[in-house]
């Protein structure tokens, strides 16, 4: 039997994330097999997933991935755990229309009590409406009980225990008001070293959790899940398929779903395009994004295998990249210093973040039949563009249009979006687009 929750706050910057953090750590330390997953789209709070309990981060996203597939996905990466710990998204009710997508509609799918972490910092009685209006919003969202944030004082915390006892919730203790803690929940800018730094913190944030909080009342309260089998096993296909991934410092941003979907269909191997001569004797690369933009120098320097890949390219390989990917792929980067980087140079633009601009927002990608869902998060932008673009309509959650193109050459296509391919048939879907003639 599996332990199963949701950590959620009212709003985002409450702690969820430091608390998750704090709990996953604390759980490895009482030898408890735990996986933890994140709701939404988000690539950096898994990173910090794995550093606190040596699991990364599966991402659930009822946007971008049916209900099956959810499923699917607790059972097969927890299908070793027990105890499955699914970080939100935002504040619980905050979706992408209304709730649609939030955490509370996560929790209502899944259905999965909520651990609902309080930022106590400047209130005490007063929390008691608060959390009562979370508790009674939605009867359907099942809380289980509170965890205060940055109490300032036992004194403090009794306060806050008399307004959990008058309305009836469950409180499970607190963290302090500790110094020097914070961890970042979304930065584009960090990257996997300075993710590492964090370490240090984390077991600071468990040694007080483990004095001011009930874990175990926690894990009561949690649901019991029953683990049903998932096959990760290769299809039985004639002719399997070697596909290269670039995986690095400069491109991490990696749905796991993602490589499963490709050890379905064939082989994995991943390579650096900072620190190795040439790309793999492959059929298929995949270029993620990431932080292209931190190593310029180290990824601009490594000409032969820019080469390789140039060579690979115009040979008609084929190859999908996104966001950090396709900027790698085009002519140069332009830094924020105006400093131009020579790229691979295949495709016929180059990217700045020079005039840093935010583009935001899931994104609905129809090619031909063929419909594939993801996101766009990203401060560059292309300039001095004359690449081809393919015939493709994106629209955004809530079905409006938008600026976004996805870019075409031969075999090779690219875009800013981050596609979620985590099935064998999206996957297969996008290779036979990639081979369709423009």
Known sequence: MIKQLIISAPSSNAGKTTLTLGLLRLLKRKTKAVQPFKVGPDYI?????????????????????????????????????????????????????????????????????????????????????????????????????????????????????????DIGVQCFGYLSNLKNIEIPSRHLGLNIQEIEKFDILIDEIADALETTMDWKAILEASKDVVCIPISSEEKNLTEKIKFAVAKDEAFNFIYPQNITAMEQLGTVQFFSPIHDAEIPDCDFIYFPGGYPEVYLKELSANKIMRHSIHKFAKNGGQIYAECGGMMYLGKSIISEDNESFEMVNFFDFESTIADKKLHLGYRTSTINDSIFKGHEFHYSSLINNNETTIDATITNARAGNTTTKIYKKQNVMASYVHHYLGTSEKLTQLINEINNSL
């Open 45 to 165: 709070d898994p990173k910090f997933h794995q550093l606190a309990c040596g699991q990364i981060g599966v991402n659930l996203d009822l946007f971008m991935m049916s209900q099956e597939d959810i499923n699917n996905n607790l059972n097969f990466y927890g299908k070793d755990s027990q105890v499955n710990c699914i970080e939100g998204v935002m504040g619980l009710f905050d979706g992408s229309e209304k709730d649609k997508g939030s955490t509370a509609e996560m929790a209502k799918k899944l259905d999965t009590p909520v651990l609902l972490v309080i930022d106590a910092k400047a209130v005490a009685y007063s929390v008691a409406p608060l959390i009562q209006g979370f508790v009674n919003f939605d009867a359907e969202v099942k809380v289980m009980g509170v965890v205060f944030n940055r109490v300032g004082s036992e004194r403090h915390y009794t306060m806050l225990q008399e307004a959990c006892e």
